[in-house]
């Protein structure tokens, strides 16, 4: 299967490499455009700013070339709300592919950003197949993607949110499925069998 990792300036491809890898897979990381498009699955992480993001997208025209995949897409982290319409991190428009927007925590009273172990639940398959609800996975943000038709698990933290969303071939998770043990493990392997 030939996996392709989305290279830009935010990081975290190597740890979503090493996580592929442990399930038997090595992907390619790359920002050439024929190789993405190529892919069986393409796999879109993110740690890092959007405005700053989306910026490096547009200027390889990388934004044109993940807006017309038609294979399997998951986002992780930025990547996922990268797939969104907007983003109030520096007033940002997105992909637009899930036509949802991204918030950024308020609270008075929990630290923001969350950082750490949290369950979700109300899960959809096929991306969350044979994972139980309540589940504990890994997270690291300051902004979430508002709940909506297209959310596929709820994450709870200052309010409910969408821990994952999808569009068609588009999947996104919130949270860092690389780093989510073996429940993370699982939602990788489920987007590769899709």
Not at 1 to 16: D, E, F, L, P
Not at 85 to 90: G, I, L, R
Not at 171 to 187: C, L, M, N, P, T
Request: some cysteine; overall charge negative; glycine content about 6%.
């Amino acid at each position: 299967m030939n996996v392709v990792i989305i290279q830009y300036n935010a990081g975290n491809t190597q740890s979503v490499s090493f996580a592929l890898q442990r399930l038997g897979i090595t992907p390619v990381i790359s920002d050439n455009p024929a190789t993405i498009q190529a892919a069986d699955k393409v796999i879109f992480p993110g740690v890092g700013e959007a405005s700053t993001a989306m910026n490096y997208l547009q200027e390889r025209n990388l934004d044109k070339v993940i807006t017309a995949l038609q294979q399997p897409v998951l986002g992780i982290c930025l990547g996922m709300q990268l797939l969104c319409n907007y983003s109030e991190e520096n007033n940002t428009d997105c992909l637009g592919i899930i036509p949802i927007n991204v918030k950024k925590f308020i609270s008075t009273t929990e630290k923001v950003p969350q950082v750490g172990w949290n369950t979700i639940y109300n899960l959809q398959q096929p991306l969350f197949t044979g994972v139980s609800e309540q589940s504990f996975i890994y997270n690291v943000h300051s902004y979430y993607a508002e709940h909506s038709d297209y959310t596929i698990a709820t994450g709870n933290y200052v309010h409910e949110y969408a821990a994952a969303i999808r569009n068609k071939n588009f999947f996104g998770v919130q949270f860092h499925a690389e780093k989510s043990a073996v429940v993370g493990e699982r939602i990788l392997d489920n987007f590769l069998k899709l």
